[in-house]
Nanobody, 121 residues
Framework: QVQLVESGGGLVQAGGSLRLSCVASGRAFSSYAMGWFRRAPGKEREFVSSIVWSGRMSTYANSVKGRFTISRDISKNTVYLQMNSLKPEDTAVYYC??????????????WGQGTQVTVSS
């Protein structure tokens, strides 16, 4: 049973920072791509960032490029999303996801329960 558990969400002022964590369990993730999606109120779910488990390749949505950084700690089976220079439009529920292979894809195999990020103006 694969489990992805997110943490680190919260309320922050515009311009502030948050770091999301996603602890993965139940499987060896060396062959998985991991990453983050988000869903803002009234909007479709959107891709945010992904990383292959080796850490050699990462991708970002244009809207977060230069502000967000994805990383992973293999020893802790954890993926992080460092979010800097947050904007009100970053307000959303953020979901950790995992998918077998090099690409996260638009519909990954596994999902976390989500963590709320709220950015006030």
């Amino acid at each position: 049973q694969v489990q992805l558990v997110e943490s680190g969400g919260g309320l922050v002022q515009a311009g502030g920072s948050l770091r999301l964590s996603c602890v993965a369990s139940g499987r060896a993730f060396s062959s998985y791509a991991m990453g983050w999606f988000r869903r803002a109120p009234g909007k479709e779910r959107e891709f945010v960032s992904s990383i292959v488990w080796s850490g050699r390749m990462s991708t970002y949505a244009n809207s977060v490029k230069g502000r967000f950084t994805i990383s992973r700690d293999i020893s802790k089976n954890t993926v992080y999303l460092q979010m800097n220079s947050l904007k009100p439009e970053d307000t959303a529920v953020y979901y950790c996801a995992a998918n077998l292979g090099l690409r996260l894809g638009s519909n990954p195999n596994y999902w976390g329960q989500g963590t709320q990020v709220t950015v006030s103006s």
